[in-house]
């Protein structure tokens, strides 16, 4: 499985970027994805996932009624639309797939990256005025 992250950038406060994340290689019908972020000195965080077992989303409490996550099954690609971006968000983006089944939930995984095998690049998202 591999993973093309792409969409970052920078902005202004309040603006708007979709992250997206092409996925190709061997893909099961079904697999956990999630979005993570890592700001320069701190430690990766969980921004919204879903588990291959719960399809209701997760999101960390700062994004929640800002940044959608979805998937786009056709086409394989993973989306991350972010709304009324703000300072703090400014990070390193990664999307990471997970192909193990489970019955845990989105927030579980959103908790513990080391679960997903698979990892995107990285795309830098910077907001500022």
């Known amino acids: 499985v591999q993973l093309q992250a792409s969409g970052g950038g920078w902005v202004q406060p309040g603006g708007s970027l979709r992250l997206s994340c092409a996925v190709s290689?061997?893909?099961?019908?079904?697999?956990?994805i999630g979005w993570f972020r890592q700001a320069p000195g701190r430690e990766r965080e969980g921004v919204s996932c879903?588990?291959?077992?719960?399809?209701?989303?997760y999101y960390t409490d700062s994004v929640k009624g800002r940044f959608t996550i979805s998937k786009d099954s056709a086409q394989n690609t993973l989306y991350l639309q972010m709304n009324n971006l703000k300072p703090e968000d400014t990070a390193v983006y990664y999307c990471?797939?997970?192909?193990?089944?489970?019955?845990?939930?989105?927030?579980?995984?959103?908790?513990?990256?080391?679960?997903?095998?698979?990892w995107g690049q990285g795309t830098q998202v910077t907001v500022s005025s």
């Open positions: 290689g061997y893909t099961p019908e079904k697999y956990g």
């Open positions: 990471a797939v997970t192909t193990v089944k489970t019955a845990y939930s989105s927030g579980w995984y959103c908790q513990r990256h080391k679960r997903y095998g698979y």
């Open positions: 879903i588990s291959i077992s719960d399809n209701s989303p």
